[in-house]
């Protein structure tokens, strides 16, 4: 069966694979480019790649869907070809079109390099193919002892037909690919070799060991230049050489590691120049200077791209001038956002519908763009990152729990906030205004935080039931539904965040009544509590997993894991009927257009209830 069988027979027969949205690179190495005066990058999105334009970090091609993740990248510019290895093989693309696709190897690829006409590929059986790109056909294999297990390979600058190769071991060797033999090895330092750069300076190398140290050597004399130790005592796993014209009076040399931070060293003063600290949330896969430019192109297993440039005026310190980011977690809720009210629509903003929200175990909330992905962006929770360095803890430390449900309303965008999002173990729920991209100023909790009360007391137990677990908007974008951990479903001003009863009523007192504004004459007898409507029989038996209003804000629908959906009437908070579903309620949506319900269950069906 061939790649192009084994694709259709995974493929649905129903929905077809369009593009992977919110993805930005995994854990393989990037490549990095320059056509004309635009530099370009292609990264590994598991079973497919793009291409971003360097500049603004912009994706320009996307290709179709692989059958297996990609191991490894190559790229030839002058062709337009891109290589990209699954397994044991390389498949060949012209921009995105497939084009051929290379057979031979007997263990997977994990790396490839081009050099001119000729493509090299690494495979964990200890061998190296070597490979015509004008006929696409195999030229010859290197194949290496038992006692040289290699890692990396560079082709050294102005050295004719010869590629160094790194070893597990920690030995390295110069071949000589016409000849096809090994024309002089280097002992090493009895660390296994993780990455090799080409330095601006002819014969001259770095070598990333897997114990943290950076060596600077001179391939011709065979001796070390420099070295450096990174303090983390995790290996290094790329680095880069700076070479535009700051690189006269501050060379540079960056180091990568799987500790996430990214080391600044200067080749003049021998010494650590900076650190950037915590600047992907993972290993650092690859690390590329810009050619000429002093830009610091970085991609980690953080799922992110980021720009980072050097303009302080000592040279050696960086600061994040553009990203690229998607989520460091699995998403776990994602929603449509725009294009649901007939306020979005009168405007003509069609595009509103593009845009997707989406909440993800790394405690994230991001607006995905379908259309246009410099649209994408995560949506602001406060100055974290400045919270973060003075504190010296990560970024996902300060920010909220990871979001368990949201709600969004965009009839009142322009006014305040209008998008509500519950998070685990938090008894508060936030709003957001998705118009700036930011959380709101206000929280909607039933109690004021700053009352302490002892813990364990009964006024403690209170409180911790109206954990918010689930949310919803009005249709007209007024107020807020929040159910409970407790089975109560409290109402809130989204404008003003103010509490405006609950369903059923009796999980809220009742507003005081001030004397000096009723009118003379009235009845304040009938205008007092009654004790009649204080029960709280109604409310749900555990835990309300979900919400909803109709298009009129007539009937508020709770669904709970009791397994009973309750109809209330919104205005005067009465329980007009419930269904006893039979099996805990997780998930219910409400098509408002046609008043369908739908509920999936925890015995694994879906219900639909007009």
């Not at 990058?41 to 334009?53: E, I, M, N, Q």
Request: proline share 4%.
């Amino acid at each position: 069966m061939t790649s192009d069988q084994l694709t259709r027979t995974q493929n649905s027969r129903v929905l077809q694979a369009f593009r992977a949205i919110g993805v930005i690179a995994d854990d393989v190495p990037i490549v990095w480019y320059g056509m004309g005066k635009a530099s370009f990058a292609t990264a590994s999105l598991g079973k497919s790649f793009a291409v971003y334009k360097c500049d603004k970090l912009t994706p320009v091609l996307v290709s179709p869907q692989l059958p297996k993740r990609i191991a490894a990248l190559a790229v030839q510019p002058k062709k337009h070809l891109t290589f990209t290895a699954c397994g044991r093989q390389i498949i060949v693309w012209k921009r995105v079109q497939r084009v051929k696709t290379l057979l031979g190897h007997k263990g997977s690829i994990k790396q490839m390099m081009t050099v001119g006409n000729i493509l090299f590929s690494l495979d964990d059986e200890r061998d190296i193919k070597i490979w015509d790109l004008d006929t696409m056909e195999l030229v010859d294999t290197m194949s290496f002892p038992t006692d040289f297990t290699p890692t990396v390979m560079l082709h050294p600058v102005t050295y004719l037909n010869k590629i160094l190769v790194g070893s597990e071991q920690g030995a390295l060797q110069l071949w000589n690919i016409r000849k096809m033999k090994c024309i002089y090895e280097f002992k090493g330092w009895g660390s296994a070799v993780t990455a090799l750069e080409q330095s601006p300076a002819v014969d001259v190398v770095s070598i990333g060991l897997a114990d943290g140290r950076l060596m600077v050597h001179h391939l011709q004399l065979d001796k070390r230049v420099l070295d450096f130790r990174q303090e983390q005592q995790s290996g290094i796993t790329t680095m880069s050489f700076r070479t535009d014209a700051g690189a006269s009076t501050t060379p540079l040399v960056v180091s990568g590691s799987r500790s996430g931070d990214i080391a600044v060293w200067n080749l003049q003063t021998k010494r650590l120049e900076s650190v950037i600290t915590a600047a992907h949330d993972g290993a650092v896969v690859s690390l590329q200077f810009l050619a000429n430019e002093p830009l610091l192109l970085s991609s980690g297993t953080d799922n992110s791209i980021k720009l980072w440039i050097f303009d302080h005026l000592n040279g050696g310190t960086a600061r994040l001038m553009k990203s690229r980011e998607g989520h460091r977690a699995p998403p776990t809720r994602i929603r449509y956002y725009g294009n649901n009210a007939l306020a979005t629509m009168a405007d003509g903003a069609d595009g509103t519908c593009c845009q997707i929200l989406s909440a993800g175990q790394d405690r994230a909330f991001r607006v995905f763009h379908t259309a246009r992905e410099q649209q994408s962006r995560e949506m602001s929770q406060g100055p974290v990152l400045k919270k973060a360095r003075s504190l010296n803890v990560r970024i996902e430390d300060l920010k909220l729990p990871p979001i368990v449900q949201f709600a969004s309303m965009e009839t009142r965008a322009r006014d305040w906030a209008n998008v509500i999002t519950c998070h685990e173990n938090e008894i508060a729920a936030y709003v957001w205004r998705f118009e700036h991209r930011a959380i709101g100023k206000k929280v909607l909790r039933q109690f004021d935080q700053s009352n302490r009360v002892p813990s364990g007391s009964a006024e403690d137990l209170r409180r911790k039931k109206t954990q918010a677990t689930s949310v919803a908007i009005s249709s007209c974008g007024n107020y807020a539904l929040v159910g409970s951990l407790g089975g109560f479903i409290y109402r809130y001003n989204m404008q003003s965040g103010e509490k405006r009863g609950s369903f059923p009523v009796a999980a809220t007192p009742k507003a005081k009544i001030i004397r000096s504004l009723v009118l003379p004459g009235t009845d304040l007898s009938a205008l007092q509590d009654d004790e009649s409507d204080k029960t709280a029989a109604d409310a749900h038996n555990g835990p309300v997993s979900a919400v909803a209003v109709d298009a009129l804000n007539e009937t508020l629908v709770s669904a709970g894991i009791d397994g009973k959906l309750k109809f209330w009437g919104f205005k005067k908070h009465e329980l007009r009927y419930e269904i006893n579903v039979g099996s805990p309620i997780s998930q219910m949506e409400l098509h408002r257009d046609s008043n369908l319900l739908c509920v999936a269950c925890d015995d694994q069906v879906l219900r639909l209830y007009d």
